[in-house]
């Protein structure tokens, strides 16, 4: 059974940075796609970020030139880098895993709040 254990989430002002952290276990296997969602309260989850097995990425376009995704193979995680944080990037934050092996799986989300 695979597990997802995020981290990294938290208050921080306007303009300052956090860093995500989503570690798998329970597999030794390589995800494909890893990816970074957020939802805020009566909206729809919302992608964020992609990366792939080949370390191609992908961005909405409200994030782009501010956030960053990265994996680490070696401990099956995956990380969001976001600076330049503006109060409309509030959300809980998931990361959400594929594998053509073992399936999908939701992290159980981060907070982020950000505000003065």
């Known amino acids: 059974q695979v597990q997802l254990v995020e981290s990294g989430g938290g208050l921080v002002q306007p303009g300052g940075s956090l860093r995500l952290s989503c570690a798998a276990s329970g597999s030794t296997f390589r995800f494909n796609t890893m990816q970074w969602y957020r939802q805020t309260p009566g909206k729809q989850r919302e992608l964020v970020a992609t990366i792939r097995s080949g370390g191609s990425t992908s961005y909405a376009d409200s994030v782009k030139g501010r956030f960053t995704i990265s994996r680490d193979n070696t401990k099956n995680t995956v990380y969001l880098q976001m600076n330049s944080l503006k109060p409309e990037d509030a959300a809980v934050y998931f990361c959400?895993?594929?594998?053509?092996?073992?399936?999908?799986?939701w992290g159980q989300g981060t907070q982020v709040t950000v505000s003065s």
């Open positions: 959400y895993v594929v594998s053509d092996t073992l399936g999908a799986y």
